[in-house]
DNA sequence: GTCGTTGCAAAAGTTTTGCACGTTA
DNA sequence: TAACGTGCAAAACTTTTGCAACGAC
């Protein structure tokens, strides 16, 4: 926890990124925070710490953090829903630029034992790949 | 393509389900599209045919769609982008109840050869796994 | 003092809801 | 005709943007 602060500190003064109390409060709630909160719940528990707080800093400062590799974004798909007429479990190659998705299986996958970390985990319902690149279509746009 | 809507006019007829032609065009561009649409694309494609229908239809009719069991959601963790402090590729756990998400490494999977099938895909750039289930503390709660 | 950051306010985009009217069976 | 479905309008919610004031270095 200290040591992640300090990391953050000392990258900062490094890249030229000015320390703000914001921009600590928010790494301090990232890092500690054990469920991979969302912007709006990280605005809510910092504002009893530093009430005069708006959503866009929160909003601006995980856009900036994302920018300098200190967090990530949780893998999904898009910010809308998207329906699939294809009830049966199956799995999804993702385009990263056109956001076209394609269905496949992979009995492979579905028959391997999961690891034995995750044994006591709770219960298993159910799994599914992404796979992110680049379809053929915009690789070839890519290269031109 | 008129199997399945042969198919959706039967099991409405079967499961008193009212046949209208909004929710015949959702149905058909959803069979049709390849592109696992979102409401709102569904919405903007139907409007030339159906110049009456309103965005609200097209989400309580998908809505109902997914309780009848016609079509999926594509995986999504959350209407909410979620933040990650580990930048490192890992996989998660999702809780379907509490949205708790766990990180785990599976070294074995990531070291996978992909399936014959996605040869000619495009180009591939990283692969996600989620695990869907409840956690232990859901879990336990369930029970009682 | 300079320039990057922040707060405020407004807007954009997706999705939901209440209510009166229309339509299906 | 009875019950379900639809359209309209408004609202909720997440996220983005423009601009003036503030604060870190």
Redesign the pocket.
Known sequence: METGLEAF?AL??KS????????LEIYKEIISADNHP???YIYQNIRSR?P?????????????FQEWGLISQVPNLD???RFDPNTQPHHHFVCEKCRKLIDFSWSEFDSMAIPAKLNGIGTIHNRHVEIYGLCQECASKEQQ
């Open positions: 500190v900062c003064r030229e990124i000015k320390v703000t109390p914001q921009r969302s912007a709006e530093l005069g707080i708006s959503r866009d800093t929160v909003y601006r400062t995980l856009s900036s910010e809308m829903i």
